[in-house]
C-alpha cells in the first residue's frame, strides 16, 4: 500500500533563512511595482468587445491603459502573466512571512484583479462565449470582430503566432490556475465563481470537440489544461462533499473537459520506454501533460496507469535528460536520451521547465512517498530555482546555461514579461512549500532549512545553514495542554558523506532508518524535544553520461561553478524576444590534470585538489594548469560562470 502525504500548508510553514526571505521580499516588491490595470487591459478590450461596446466606451473600460508592451503580452499570448501573478498573489497572501503592510497591500491588489476579472464576466452574460475571459492582443480586425479567434484556429490546426494563433490552452492554463489558486490558498470565492464560470465555458468548448477535432487541439502546445481543469473539478467535489453550497451544479462537465486533455497516446509512448522517446519535444509543453496525468490519478485513485503513466516520465527526464542543478533541455527541447555533455550550450535548463519538474516531484512524493522525489526537490531548489533570481533586483532568468563561460540574463522590471517571468513569481512567493509533509501518524521533514511550522497541536522549528555548518537544531514543542501524537521522519540526504550523528537533547541515538528516513518515534517527540543532527559534507563529482571525463562538484547539497568574471558578458536576441548570453569568458573548458596520472586518479583524490577555504564557501582548484575559483552556484548572478570542465591528463 503506498503511503500517501500532504505538504504542509503554505500558511502554517515560514521561512527564516535570510537569504531565501530576502528573495521573497525583493519578489513581492516588484509585484507590487508593476501597474494592475495594465496587466488587466486586454481582459477588459477582449470583455467589451464581446459586449459589443464603442471604441470610446472601451478606452474607459480599461481606464485608459494599455497592454504592457512586447510580444509577449502585447500580442496573442497575452494575459499569461496575469494568470502566474494572481497564483504568486494567492501564495503571498498565505505566506506567514510576510509584514502586515505588505500582506495588506498584496491582499489589496488580488481583490481587486479578481472584482475585475468578475466584471469582465458579467459583460459577456447574454453572448454565446459567457463565462469567457482573456487578455490576449489583437493584430488584425478579424480578432476584434471574433475575441475568440484564437481557439477557432486552434481548432483548425492554424498556430501562427502573430497571424492566426499562439498558443491560447497554454495561456488559459496560466489564468485558470491562478484562479484555483485564489481560493484554494487565499480563500477567494470570488475567485471560485469567476473560475468556474470560465470552467463551464471550457467544459462546453471541449465536450463539443470531435475526435479529429480533439486531436488536432492537442498537436498545439496547451499547457497544463488536464491539471488545471481536475484541480477545479477536486475543489467542487470537496465543496458538495461538505456540504458547501459554492460549488457549480455542473461541475462533473469539468472533469469530463479535463479528460479531453489527456494524451493517451504521448502518456503510452513514454510507459513503453522506447530509445529517444522525448528526442525534439519541447520540454515545457510536455512536462505539464505528465502533471495532468498525475492529476488524474489524483483526483480518482483507481485511475493506477495514469500515475505509472507519470511516474516513468520521471523517470525517463531524471536518467536520460537532466545536469547536475536539477535542469533541463536545451534550447527549450529534450534532446536524444543520455546527449547531455554534447548539447551544453547558451540556452539550457528553461526555468519554466524547472518549476513545474519542482512542482511535479512533491506532488509524486505525496502520492508515493517515495524519497527519490524529495531527493530531487531539495537539489533544484537549491541549484536551478534559487540560482534563477538575481539576488539584487529580483528578476528571473529564462535559461540557466550549462556551456561553461556564459553567464545568466534576467527579465526586467516590465520589459520581459516571458513565461519564465511568470513562473518566477510563482517561485519566489513558496519558498517554505515541500519543507515539511504529513499524514496521520507521520510528520516528515523534507528539507533542512531553517523555519517555523506551527499548527494547532505542535510547532517544529529548523535552524540550518549548510554554508556556515553541517549541523541541524530541529525543535518540536507541543501547545500546552497537548501530545504530539505522531512519528516525526527525518530524510537522509544523499550528499552525507559517512553516518550522520544524531541526538536527542544531550543522548545520542541510533535511530530505525525506513525507506531514507530516519525514524523519531512519538513516545520520544509526544512532549517536545530538540533534535541535533551532524550531516556531514564533503566535495561529489558529477559527470555526464556522454561526457565521461566532464564533471561538475558538488558540496554537501550544492553545486559549486567557477568564477570567471564580468569581461566578456554581452547579451543577444533569442527566439521571440528572449535575451541570452552571447559570448564565452573562456576560449575553452579543457582543464588540465597536472599531478596525478590520470584523470580517474584526480577525480578519486578531488578532496586534495579541490579545497575549501576556511570559513568561506569559496573553493580553489589545484593540481591542474588553470587556476579556478568555485563557489555556491545558487548566488552567482553577477559575473560568467563554469559548472561543468573536461579534464585530460
Known sequence: MKKCYRAAELSAVKVTDKYYDEALCIEIKNMLLLDADRLLAGFRETAGLLAGKSEEELVSLMKGKRRYGGD??????????????????????????????????????????????????????????????????????AFRDNPVLQFDNVEKGLSQPFEEAWVPWYTMHKILSGLNASFKLAGKELGLDVANSLGMWIADRALSWSEEVNKTVLSIEYGGMNDCLYELYQINECLKKSGSSLYHPEFEKIKEAAHRFDETELFEKVLAGEKNTLNNFHANTTIPKFIGALA?????????????YAESFWDMVLSKHTYVTGGNSEDEHFGEDNILDAERTNVNNETCNTYNMLKFSRRLFAVTGKKKYLDYAERTLVNAIMASQNHETGFSTYFQPMATGFQKVFNTLDGNFWCCTGTGYENFTKLQDGIYFGREDEIIIALYLASEYCTEDFSISIDADFTKSDEVKICVKPVAGKEVEK???????????????????????????????????????????????????????????????????????????????????????????????????????????????????????????????????????????????????????????????????
Request: hydrophobic share 35%; proline share 3%.
Open 72 to 141: 509577449w503580452e502585447d500580442g496573442l499570448i497575452g494575459g499569461h502573466t496575469l494568470g502566474h501573478y494572481i497564483t504568486a498573489l494567492a501564495q503571498a497572501v498565505a505566506s506567514p512571512a510576510l509584514s502586515e503592510e505588505d500582506k495588506k497591500s498584496v491582499l489589496d491588489r488580488l481583490d481587486y484583479m479578481l472584482s475585475a476579472l468578475k466584471e469582465c464576466q458579467e459583460l459577456t452574460k447574454g453572448t454565446d462565449e459567457e463565462g469567457f475571459i482573456f487578455g490576449a492582443a489583437f493584430p488584425s480586425k
Open 296 to 308: 488524474r490519478y489524483e483526483t480518482d485513485k483507481n485511475e493506477v496507469k495514469y500515475l505509472e
Open 487 to 649: 512519528d516525526l521522519l527525518l530524510r537522509k540526504p544523499t550528499w552525507v558523506m559517512g553516518e550522520p550523528e544524531i541526538k536527542v537533547g544531550e543522548d545520542e541515538i541510533s535511530p530505525e532508518e525506513q525507506d531514507g528516513f530516519y525514524i523519531i518515534p512519538k513516545k520520544t517527540v509526544k512532549n517536545g524535544c530538540n533534535i541535533f543532527l551532524k550531516l556531514p559534507m564533503g566535495i561529489t563529482c558529477h559527470n555526464l553520461q556522454d561526457g565521461a571525463d566532464t564533471y561538475a562538484f558538488m558540496y554537501g547539497p550544492y553545486v559549486l561553478s567557477a568564477r570567471l568574471g564580468v569581461a566578456k558578458m554581452k547579451t543577444k536576441g533569442h527566439g521571440i524576444a528572449v535575451v541570452v548570453a552571447a559570448e564565452k569568458a573562456v576560449e575553452s573548458d579543457e582543464v588540465l590534470v597536472t599531478k596525478e596520472k590520470s584523470v580517474q586518479d584526480f577525480i578519486e583524490n578531488i578532496d586534495k585538489y579541490l579545497v575549501k577555504r576556511e570559513g568561506e564557501m569559496e573553493f580553489d582548484l589545484a593540481g591542474t594548469d588553470r587556476n579556478l575559483n568555485f563557489t555556491t552556484h545558487y548566488n552567482q548572478y553577477s559575473e560568467s560562470y563554469g559548472i561543468y570542465w573536461k579534464f585530460k591528463a
